[in-house]
């Protein structure tokens, strides 16, 4: 097939996007080696060379209700080259708004009526060349952000990731554009409009849909696999023999679901939902994989032998059942139970439910969002999911302890997938939790954990190892809160990426320090101090949260700079400050405390004096070295007693 301009290309054509295709995902790589590519188009014997620049596939459509006021067009959805078509849109857009008069002695008008918009008679109603449909969220968007329609209202709360990549990419041109001259933006509009060529191709009714929908250009972004699963389902519709009414509703079940689907991944433009891992965790659920969950890679191999040709060949996942064959009430029932698992992971991951954030801080996997949202899909009594998610988040904290575990977390996706069968009740779930909660507390495996902390190869580094010490400083910032009867947050989960942990006595302290650490160790040897240090450094009592970067701002300076500052701090950094001093006894008074607190969130944990001695200090030897000056004896270095990174 001859390649086309886009001044062809466009013609007498209307384009529009289904809404069942992912928003436009184009981000600055790909825009660079676009720009780039029509820079480097050369002037050949007075001409422009022909770029190649992919195939664009199209099926007939019928105008909506509104658009069928014009007449002489031919009306297309894309089924390929969404992407181009849509960044071309946008550099037209910009180089137009740039026209001055116009280019190659034609009007700005004239230009805008054939790349843009056509108007009607009473220029009160427009059809755009390129667009979505009047339904997708991003219509909006498009006509009044990127084509600059003020006629066209656009509601905020619709702003997504796809909304935000519109913007970035019209910004882009913006920046190269703006600054050009004319004649400059008028080789750049030839450029555009002349030298890059498509094949334009209609799809026909007999073609196979699959081959097509795979067919990318290979500076676009891959398809992913829940894109080449809608393609799949989309081609088989075509090849079940159904009657057409059948065919044509199921098609249209599938648009719909996928439509749905993507709005809720990209519903949060911040936090873009990837598509192949919200695919593998639904189909952990329908599925039961080797492992406690599919990854992206074998839910790919899966998903396309449950829609296979020959799917009864396959193994379902059952003990000794094979797959059933595709038909439309399973592609029907898969579709639905789809979209319907979409808001709900977009919930998870949006979730203003604090308990649900925690747990997520203590475990993001994939098996234990799947379990939440299954866990939230009982009608609960009032109350009764907070308990539940109370005791989820004991376990798991208590899970961070070494030799404290009660379970092991990949569980969970089989709870999840046992709750979404209704093999598992609301009740049962409860009493399950309860049971691991009442598993009896090791209190020697606590002390062993904490001590084996300062036993790596890479230095005693004591709590400071401890995975989840950012965490439980966060919990004991609530407490602290509690304790003195303050309402108002100083720090919250928000801030929990934003937030860092600091040494009070820092690391690599300096002379404004010297006082305090000596004194504690004036009776021992070299050797015996600088273990004897490093305990105490790393010790749970000597350790904090700073917010907004105060880590670095406050670094080795002095006990009393650091109280001035710690005084408006957080909670835990107030708790600190209220000392006139900082040394052993205040920093064993802190850990004391704080390790009361743990045990209100360990049920069944009970500390004695020792106990708390020995995993605040390392272990008896260090103890007493510290405390008495006697003979220091350094941590077991046999291999079995050495915890590797």
Not at 153 to 176: G, H, I, P
Not at 492 to 506: A, G, K, Q, R, V
Not at 529 to 540: D, P
Request: with cysteine; hydrophobic share 35%; glycine share 6%.
């Amino acid at each position: 097939m001859k390649a086309i301009s886009l001044s062809d290309l466009f013609g007498q054509k209307i384009y529009r996007i289904p809404d069942y295709q992912r928003g436009y995902a184009w981000e600055h790589k790909q825009l660079r080696e676009l720009w780039e590519d029509i820079l480097e188009i050369p002037e050949i014997n007075g001409g422009l060379r022909p770029h190649y620049t992919g195939t664009i596939y199209v099926e007939a459509a019928q105008p909506e209700e509104t658009e069928r006021w014009l007449t002489g067009f031919t009306f297309y959805n894309v089924v390929d080259g969404q992407q181009r078509l849509t960044t071309i849109s946008i550099l037209l857009q910009v180089l137009l708004k740039y026209a001055g008069e116009g280019y190659c002695n034609e009007t700005r008008e004239d230009l805008e009526k054939a790349y843009i918009f056509r108007s009607n008679r009473s220029g009160a109603s427009r059809i755009y060349r390129f667009c979505y449909f009047q339904s997708d969220k991003n219509y909006a968007y498009l006509l009044n952000k990127i084509f600059e329609h003020s006629g066209t209202v656009f509601d905020e709360s619709q702003f997504n990731l796809y909304s935000k990549n519109l913007s970035q990419a019209k910004d882009f041109f913006e920046q190269r554009i703006k600054p050009l001259s004319n004649q400059d933006r008028e080789i750049i509009f030839l450029k555009v409009t002349t030298a890059l060529k498509f094949d334009f191709r209609e799809i026909e009714q007999d073609l196979d849909v699959q081959a097509v929908f795979e067919t990318m250009n290979n500076r676009g972004k891959p398809l992913s696999t829940l894109e080449k699963l809608k393609n799949r389902l989309m081609h088989l519709t075509e090849k079940l023999g159904l009657v057409d009414e059948d065919r044509k509703s199921l098609r249209n079940d599938v648009n719909r679901s996928w439509g749905i689907i993507y709005n809720w991944l990209a519903k949060n433009p911040e936090q873009i939902l990837d598509e192949d891992i919200f695919l593998s965790a639904h189909l952990s659920l329908i599925r039961t994989p080797k492992d406690a969950v599919f990854s992206e890679k074998l839910a790919e191999e899966k998903v396309f032998e449950i829609f296979s040709n020959r799917a009864e060949q396959y193994d379902s996942g059952e003990e000794n059942t094979k797959e059933s064959p595709v038909s439309y009430e399973k592609i029907q029932d898969y579709i639905l139970k789809l979209s319907a698992f979409a808001p709900k992971w977009y919930e998870i991951h949006n979730s203003r439910h604090p308990m649900i954030n925690k747990v997520l801080l203590l475990n993001g996997g994939k098996e234990m969002k799947i379990f939440l949202t299954q866990l939230k899909s009982f009608e609960w009594e009032p109350g009764n999911l907070d308990l539940a998610l109370d005791r989820l988040e004991r376990i798991i904290f208590r899970n961070r302890i070494q030799g404290l575990g009660v379970i092991d977390e990949r569980s969970f996706a089989t709870w999840a997938r046992d709750i979404y069968n209704d093999n598992l009740s609301a009740e049962l779930v409860m009493a399950r939790l309860n049971e691991h909660l009442d598993i009896p507390v090791l209190t020697a495996n606590m002390v062993n954990y904490f001590n084996g902390l300062y036993g790596y190869e890479r230095g005693p580094k004591g709590f400071h190892r401890w995975g989840a010490l950012k965490y439980f400083l966060f919990e004991y910032e609530e407490h602290l809160k509690y304790h003195y009867k303050e309402t108002n947050d100083k720090v919250n989960l928000s801030d929990f990426d934003s937030t860092t942990i600091e040494h009070i006595i820092p690391q690599e302290y300096e002379a404004n320090w010297q006082q305090q650490v000596s004194s504690v160790f004036e009776n021992l040897t070299e050797e015996h101090a600088y273990h004897g240090t490093k305990v105490l450094l790393h010790t749970l009592g000597n350790l904090t949260i700073l917010k907004n970067g105060k880590n670095s701002s406050l670094g080795n300076r002095s006990w009393s700079d650091k109280r001035e500052r710690f005084q408006t701090g957080s909670y835990n950094e107030i708790d600190v400050a209220i000392n006139e001093g900082w040394d052993r006894e205040t920093i064993s008074k802190r850990g004391k405390d704080m390790l009361t607190f743990m045990t209100t969130k360990i049920k069944g944990l009970i500390l004695q004096s020792s106990d708390i001695e020995n995993i605040l200090f390392s272990n008896p030897s260090i103890c007493s070295a510290i405390r008495d000056g006697k003979k220091y004896e350094p941590p077991d270095r046999r291999e079995n007693a050495i915890i590797q990174d």
